[in-house]
């Protein structure tokens, strides 16, 4: 089945202890993006990678890295989170010449820093 | 940069009528597309229906279809015989063409379905 996986689902933490949410695509797309969803703002992109080691910011980098060293993984890290990154995080990916430029999403990872 | 403005926060709908949804765009782009993402409570994101904005046909999926009026950057969301499964937000997208991983959200509209 295609699809887009995030791990972990849902992640409760604490202030400045580093963390990774990984997000893997078996579809071989080259384009993947992470976004958070806060409310009353939608989705915003954080960062996104136009292929292996090609990564770039999106519009809320701050606070975030990313690694793009296999086509398939993606993994967000928060080096030292803090309470502001507390959203629901998403990771996306669609193939290059794909119809419509539709991303296909994972199903979101639930952060919450104490 | 691109923008897409949900003037809408929340809607509601009786079972089996019709709901419009709003959304507006600013792009600079001459070759973009335009979405509807629909996230239930298992907060997964589903496309709904897609646009390319060169089309001038309105698309339409099963009940879901759209008014994409390009001059005015308008592309709102018709739901067509709501049923209780449309309870959601909805989020309209924008999206500019060729090798670009930019996708723009909107602020999303909850649209609630009374039985």
């Known amino acids: 089945e295609a699809q887009v996986t995030q791990n972990p689902r849902y992640l409760i933490t604490v202030t400045g202890k580093k963390l990774t949410v990984t997000c893997s695509q078996n579809?071989?797309?080259?384009?993947m993006s992470w976004y958070r969803q806060d409310p009353g703002l939608g989705l915003r992109q954080i960062y996104y990678?136009?292929?292996?080691?090609?990564?770039d910011k999106g519009d809320v980098p701050e606070g975030y890295k990313v690694s793009r060293k296999e086509k398939r993984n993606f993994p967000l890290i928060l080096e030292s989170p803090s309470p502001n990154q507390t959203s629901l995080y998403f990771c996306?990916?669609?193939?290059?010449?794909?119809?419509?430029?539709?991303?296909?999403f994972g199903p979101g990872t639930r952060l919450t820093v104490l | 940069a691109q923008t897409v403005t949900q003037s809408q926060p929340e809607m509601s709908v009786q079972e089996a009528e019709t709901v419009t949804l709003s959304c507006t765009y600013d792009?600079?782009?001459?070759?973009?597309?335009l979405f509807w993402y629909k996230q239930p409570p298992s907060r997964q994101m589903i496309l709904v229906i897609r646009?390319?904005?060169?089309?001038?046909q309105n698309a339409t999926e099963n009940r879901f279809s759209v008014n994409f009026q390009k001059a005015a950057k308008s592309f709102s969301l018709k739901i067509s015989d709501s049923q209780l499964g449309d309870a959601a937000m909805y989020f309209c997208?924008?999206?500019?063409?060729?090798?670009?991983?930019?996708?723009?959200f909107g602020t999303g509209t909850l649209l609630a379905v009374q039985p």
């Open positions: 646009q390319e904005a060169y089309k001038q």
């Open positions: 997208a924008s999206s500019p063409g060729g090798a670009t991983n930019k996708l723009i």
């Open positions: 990678s136009m292929n292996v080691e090609v990564t």
């Open positions: 579809m071989n797309h080259e384009y």
């Open positions: 996306a990916s669609r193939g290059y010449g794909g119809s419509y430029n539709e991303q296909f």
């Open positions: 792009t600079s782009e001459s070759d973009y597309y």
